[in-house]
């Protein structure tokens, strides 16, 4: 069994910073791609950042400048370094993983509160 935990979230007030973390557990043998989504009240969820396992990253237009995707491969980890946060950053933020010879892996999300 996989299992992906996020941690990292919480209340910040607008130009703060956070950054999450999400580490994967159990039987792994590579993860390829980890990716930060959101999901905030009443709309869709969208892809925020991602990250190869070679370290190629590609981003939101919305938070490109802001945000950082980094991974730490012998860690199993992603993070995401959050800068300059606006209140229309604030969602419930989902990390997925592919992870070779199991498939696609969903974090039960951390939530991040940007006040104004």
């Known amino acids: 069994q996989v299992q992906l935990v996020e941690s990292g979230g919480g209340l910040v007030q607008a130009g703060g910073s956070l950054r999450l973390s999400c580490a994967a557990s159990?039987?792994?043998?590579?993860?390829?791609?980890m990716n930060w989504y959101r999901q905030a009240p009443g709309k869709q969820r969208e892809l925020v950042a991602g990250?190869?396992?070679?370290?190629?990253?590609n981003y939101a237009d919305s938070v490109k400048g802001r945000f950082t995707i980094s991974r730490d491969n012998a860690k199993n980890t992603v993070y995401l370094q959050m800068n300059s946060l606006k209140p229309e950053d604030t969602a419930v933020y989902y990390c997925?993983?592919?992870?070779?010879?199991?498939?696609?892996?969903w974090g039960e999300g951390t939530l991040v509160t940007v006040s104004s």
């Open positions: 997925n993983a592919d992870i070779s010879r199991r498939g696609y892996y």
């Open positions: 159990g039987i792994i043998f590579k993860i390829n791609a």
């Open positions: 990250i190869t396992s070679g370290g190629l990253t």
